[in-house]
């Protein structure tokens, strides 16, 4: 597939990473040499210097030839009109970054499809609606439902305190009389791995079981983790992901948050409802403390310095807070937080990036979702054919070994499957997948 991609920060460089590892046709295009000089010496892409605005550089970029424009530069209207400019050269989908949520109401999304942008992708929304996820069961580092839930699939740390501890996953099935479970994925030591029957946990492993949504509470027991609802949060920092995170939140809990601009603690001020604004030093432990951290459930640090946030999340959690999640804007720190303590680092533009992979996934795709610091992809995908998936047990379909069938959803049920398990026509099938084994995923399920 012909993919564009205008602008090589770090949402765009993301994305061609992740593109130009499954052999596709990957032009970037950026008017910064040194950014572009950066993706020449990591990439196999091509790469064009200019103003994607211009016609000249789209013809240069060969336009009318992409099946995929991705307009993500730092300006919400240069990527607007890259869109619209796109679809009138021929590209077949348009996507484009904004920051205005407005333009997501269904009136004005009609409008913008009809000038040629297809997609909008607001990427401090999407972070927010990631926290706002990751609140709702917080005794996991992270949660991710399929179907309203019908499948659930939630990840957290083998401690000292979780039972599970040098067992197999073998014997840890054996013990568990209440519900069913698969082990999918497990981090150690910063690698991805796909656990089998003999897998051994151990301390420090990192652990995602795919089980039904009913059964996340005899999970939570079984991991040996506490129970405990959110209901006081402290957010530091005046970001617009700060501004968007509380006006979510603010519906369900006790939102405090703490920052240093005047300028905008008055502009939160005037936009939020019921969040206690507070004028301090963010990065400052003994406000902080002052401002009642150790009264806090959650504590969200979304500054815009990365290593601010996971100083003051770190020590929010020797404070006793129980939830703690950490913006970071290198993308590397994504794959580092249970190592050192932090429920959950975030990185809005890697979670935009993801959000826009799913156009470039090949078969019936219903969603897609990547864990934090996993190195593999979840896809859902929907048997919308009679072929040789209906014909064959899973243990016979020939997946790679690098992928892992996590659960399918059957109308109203959700089902873990062993490999004697049948697919049907409509089933929805939940795959669990590392980079070098998404394209023969794909194509079992084309």
Do not use: W
Request: charged fraction near 25%.
């Amino acid at each position: 597939m012909k993919i564009i991609i205008a602008g090589a920060g770090a949402v765009g460089f993301h994305l061609a990473e992740l593109l130009s590892k499954e052999n596709q046709d990957i032009t970037l295009i950026d008017s910064d040499q040194e950014v572009l000089n950066h993706v020449n010496t990591h990439l196999d892409v091509l790469t064009i210097k200019g103003d994607a605005a211009s016609i000249h550089v789209l013809k240069q970029a060969q336009a009318e030839k992409a099946k995929l424009f991705i307009a993500v530069t730092t300006s919400e209207k240069t990527n607007l009109l890259l869109a619209m400019l796109a679809k009138e050269m021929g590209v077949k989908r348009t996507i484009a970054r904004i920051d205005n949520v407005e333009y997501l109401e269904a009136s004005q999304k009609e409008r913008f499809l009809k000038l040629g942008v297809d997609v909008l992708i607001c990427p401090a929304l999407l972070a927010a609606q990631e926290i706002q996820r990751l609140l709702q069961r917080a005794s996991f580092t992270d949660l991710f439902d399929f179907e309203k839930g019908k499948i659930s699939v939630v990840g957290f740390t083998v401690d000292s305190a979780c039972p599970l501890s040098n067992l197999t996953i073998r014997q840890i099935d054996d013990a568990n009389e209440e519900f069913r479970f698969k082990g999918i994925a497990l981090l150690r030591e910063g690698k991805t791995l796909i656990p089998d029957n003999d897998t051994k946990l151990i301390k420090g492993d990192h652990i995602y079981l795919a089980t039904q949504n009913q059964h996340l509470d005899a999970v939570i027991n079984f991991a040996g983790k506490q129970l405990k609802p959110i209901k006081n949060i402290m957010i530091i920092g005046e970001t617009p992901l700060a501004m968007k995170a509380a006006l979510l939140l603010e519906k369900m809990y006790s939102v405090t948050i703490v920052m240093h601009n005047r300028e905008a603690e008055r502009r939160f001020i005037e936009v939020l409802d019921r969040s206690l604004v507070i004028h301090a030093d963010p990065g400052n432990m003994d406000v902080l403390r002052a401002e009642g951290l150790a009264n806090m459930d959650a504590f969200i640090a979304l500054t815009p310095n990365s290593e601010i946030n996971i100083i003051a999340s770190l020590m929010a959690e020797e404070a006793g807070v129980y939830k703690t999640i950490a913006m970071v804007n290198n993308v590397n720190y994504t794959h580092i937080s249970q190592s050192i303590g932090i429920d959950t680092i975030i990185n809005k533009k890697l979670i935009a990036a993801n959000n826009i992979f799913r156009f470039v996934r090949k078969g019936k795709i219903e969603a897609i979702a990547s864990l934090h610091g996993v190195d593999a992809e979840m896809i859902e995908f929907s048997i919308h054919k009679k072929n040789r998936l209906l014909r064959h047990p899973i243990k016979e379909l020939k997946l790679p070994k690098k992928s892992i069938v996590a659960g399918v959803i059957r109308g109203n049920d959700g089902h873990i499957p062993d490999g004697d398990f049948n697919l049907q026509l409509n089933d929805k099938v939940i795959v669990l997948a590392l980079p070098e084994a998404i394209s023969q995923v794909e194509k079992i399920f084309m």
